[in-house]
């Protein structure tokens, strides 16, 4: 009789903890969406040791945009970069400039590594104000965004630069016989060694798009980024594939660009993406409305609606295991196997991805 009573209040008991075992991992999961997304979704290069012993070289480049007054800058940067990476690969470095390259810049650049080098000055048709440009409305809008003290609102050149790293720096002729590139600038800091060949990832996972850094746009500079971005989608439908990634780039399916990007001094992507024919036509069409010189847009805002319209989220990798600076902010891996074995030397604690105005976290949970 005893036990006839207390046998069903046990497993009433077991189900009970069930259950409360099941919400508390649900609520685990929904309060720590990093979590899930490692282990559901990122692919690990650790995981792949061909990336790590193929002597196979991709079709791929290294791509700094950079004045001859910014050498300093760039051996610093380009050291880190090949003491970290590139001395065990030896990709080749394609430096532009819109000014001829000092005798100097090359001979310093040259000298600190392996890989062969190219200098290329960039035609004026790149940067230059297209004949539909009206140049002295130009000049009113930087005089207007630097009086409000818009970052970097009355620089000329900085017009010129997003526009030419938006629409044109793939056309360049030493660009043109490459597929793949990986973007260096000035003052930048690498701080965990990376062993294998992001390329050669990039190739084998059919992706066309990497990051370390997502943030908040400022949204003073783009202020009619995103109804030229809705005019594009209203007249170019067929361009526009399903499961794409606009829940990385807007909160109410595209009504509103909610300013998430990706932070484009890092990139590393296939510059046939920028090539194709999708790409192009938008550009061609944000280009026509002059945004670039009338407002102050950017070539990351543009680069990732770019890629939030026309990639799919299994095309684009968030290279967690590169630890990376660019003033102000750096991406440091937080696990500790990144830490224990030396690979990094970052503190982990710096780390962008979970502040307030990152948009990492958005990543994880789309």
Same mark, same amino acid.
């Given at each position: 009789?005893?036990?006839?009573?207390?046998?069903?209040?046990?497993?009433?008991?077991?189900?009970?903890?069930? @259950?409360?075992?099941?919400?508390?991992?649900? @609520?685990?999961?929904?309060?720590?969406?990093?979590?899930?997304?490692?282990?559901?979704?990122?692919?690990?290069?650790? #995981?792949?040791?061909?990336?790590?012993t193929n002597v196979t070289r991709v079709n791929a480049v290294v791509v700094v945009l950079v004045?001859?007054?910014?050498?300093?800058?760039?051996?610093?940067?380009?050291?880190?970069?090949?003491?970290?990476?590139?001395?065990?690969?030896?990709?080749?470095?394609?430096?532009?400039?819109?000014? #001829?390259?000092?005798?100097?810049?090359?001979?310093?650049?040259?000298?600190?590594?392996?890989?062969?080098?190219?200098?290329?000055?960039?035609?004026?048709?790149?940067?230059?104000?297209?004949?539909?440009?009206?140049?002295?409305?130009?000049?009113?809008?930087?005089?207007?965004?630097?009086?409000?003290?818009?970052?970097?609102?009355?620089?000329?050149?900085?017009?010129?630069?997003?526009?030419?790293?938006?629409?044109?720096? @793939?056309?360049? +002729?030493?660009?043109? %016989?490459?597929?793949?590139?990986?973007?260096?600038?000035?003052?930048?800091?690498?701080?965990?060694?990376?062993? =294998?060949?992001?390329?050669?990832?990039?190739?084998?996972?059919?992706?066309? =798009?990497?990051?370390?850094?997502?943030?908040?746009?400022?949204?003073?500079?783009?202020?009619?980024?995103?109804?030229?971005?809705?005019? @594009?989608?209203?007249?170019?439908?067929?361009?526009?594939?399903?499961?794409?990634?606009?829940?990385?780039?807007?909160?109410?399916?595209?009504?509103?660009?909610?300013?998430?990007?990706?932070?484009?001094?890092?990139?590393?992507?296939?510059?046939?993406?920028?090539?194709?024919?999708? =790409?192009?036509?938008?550009?061609?069409?944000?280009?026509?409305?002059?945004?670039?010189?009338?407002?102050?847009?950017?070539?990351?805002?543009?680069?990732?609606?770019?890629?939030?319209? $026309?990639?799919?989220?299994?095309?684009?990798? $968030?290279?967690?295991?590169?630890? =990376?600076?660019?003033?102000?902010?750096?991406?440091?891996?937080? +696990?500790?196997?990144?830490?224990?074995?030396?690979?990094?030397?970052?503190? %982990?604690? +710096?780390?962008?991805?979970?502040?307030?105005?990152?948009?990492?976290?958005?990543?994880?949970?789309?």
């Amino acid at each position: 009789m005893g036990f006839g009573i207390r046998h069903p209040l046990v497993y009433l008991r077991i189900i009970v903890i069930l @259950f409360l075992v099941i919400v508390f991992i649900l @609520f685990l999961n929904r309060q720590d969406p990093r979590t899930r997304f490692f282990s559901k979704e990122w692919i690990n290069p650790d #995981d792949d040791l061909t990336l790590f012993t193929n002597v196979t070289r991709v079709n791929a480049v290294v791509v700094v945009l950079v004045r001859n007054t910014e050498l300093y800058q760039l051996l610093g940067a380009m050291r880190e970069f090949e003491d970290r990476w590139n001395k065990k690969y030896n990709y080749p470095y394609v430096f532009l400039n819109e000014l #001829d390259f000092m005798e100097e810049f090359k001979n310093k650049t040259s000298a600190l590594t392996n890989a062969k080098t190219y200098y290329g000055k960039i035609p004026e048709n790149m940067w230059s104000y297209p004949s539909w440009i009206n140049q002295t409305k130009a000049a009113e809008s930087r005089q207007d965004m630097a009086s409000r003290g818009v970052i970097y609102g009355g620089v000329e050149s900085y017009r010129h630069m997003c526009r030419f790293n938006s629409g044109f720096f @793939f056309q360049h +002729e030493l660009l043109l %016989p490459f597929d793949y590139y990986w973007r260096l600038e000035p003052s930048v800091k690498f701080m965990c060694d990376i062993d =294998y060949d992001p390329f050669l990832f990039m190739q084998k996972n059919k992706l066309i =798009y990497g990051f370390t850094i997502s943030l908040i746009e400022y949204e003073e500079t783009i202020p009619t980024l995103w109804n030229a971005v809705k005019q @594009f989608i209203k007249e170019y439908p067929q361009h526009i594939p399903e499961n794409n990634l606009m829940k990385f780039i807007s909160n109410d399916n595209g009504e509103t660009y909610n300013l998430c990007h990706f932070w484009s001094n890092f990139e590393i992507g296939d510059l046939n993406f920028w090539r194709s024919k999708p =790409y192009q036509d938008f550009f061609n069409h944000l280009d026509k409305l002059g945004g670039f010189f009338y407002e102050r847009w950017g070539d990351a805002p543009v680069h990732s609606i770019a890629v939030g319209l $026309f990639a799919q989220k299994s095309q684009v990798h $968030f290279f967690n295991d590169i630890g =990376y600076y660019h003033l102000p902010f750096q991406h440091c891996p937080p +696990e500790n196997e990144y830490h224990n074995n030396g690979r990094c030397h970052c503190d %982990p604690k +710096e780390n962008f991805d979970m502040i307030w105005h990152s948009c990492t976290p958005k990543w994880f949970t789309i």
